[in-house]
């Protein structure tokens, strides 16, 4: 059975940085595409970052603040956040394809998903 948990979330100010990570278990993810999306309050859930075998990709409002990787020999997933602001106040969770989708940005592609976890950033 394949689990995804989410761990780094928390309150912090603006202008502070936070790094989410997400364990995957169950099986490997080496080669597959995964992302982090996030759901702000009264909103959709919407993509922020996601990573292949070789690249990286970003939504606008995250780019050059927000860096994602991976480590493979701890098949873990990292989001690390810097110069956070209140707009970025949401439930975070990541998300495993089942191998590589190169459509990284539509929630369909994702098959596995993690519980989320709350980021606060105060004013």
């Known amino acids: 059975q394949v689990q995804l948990v989410e761990s780094g979330g928390g309150l912090v100010q603006a202008g502070g940085s936070l790094r989410l990570s997400c364990a995957a278990s169950?099986?490997?993810?080496?080669?597959?595409?995964a992302g982090w999306f996030r759901q702000p309050p009264g909103k959709k859930r919407e993509f922020v970052a996601a990573?292949?075998?070789?690249?990286?990709y970003y939504a606008d409002f995250v780019k050059d603040r927000f860096t994602i990787s991976r480590d493979n020999a701890k098949n873990t997933v990292y989001l690390q956040m810097n110069s956070l602001n209140p707009e970025d106040t949401a439930v975070y969770y990541c998300?495993?394809?089942?191998?590589?989708?190169?459509?990284?940005?539509?929630?369909?592609?994702?098959?596995?998903w993690g519980q989320g976890t709350q980021v606060t950033v105060s004013s």
């Open positions: 998300a495993v394809a089942q191998g590589y989708r190169s459509n990284v940005y539509s929630e369909l592609q994702y098959s596995y």
């Open positions: 169950g099986r490997t993810f080496s080669s597959n595409t």
């Open positions: 990573i292949t075998w070789s690249s990286t």
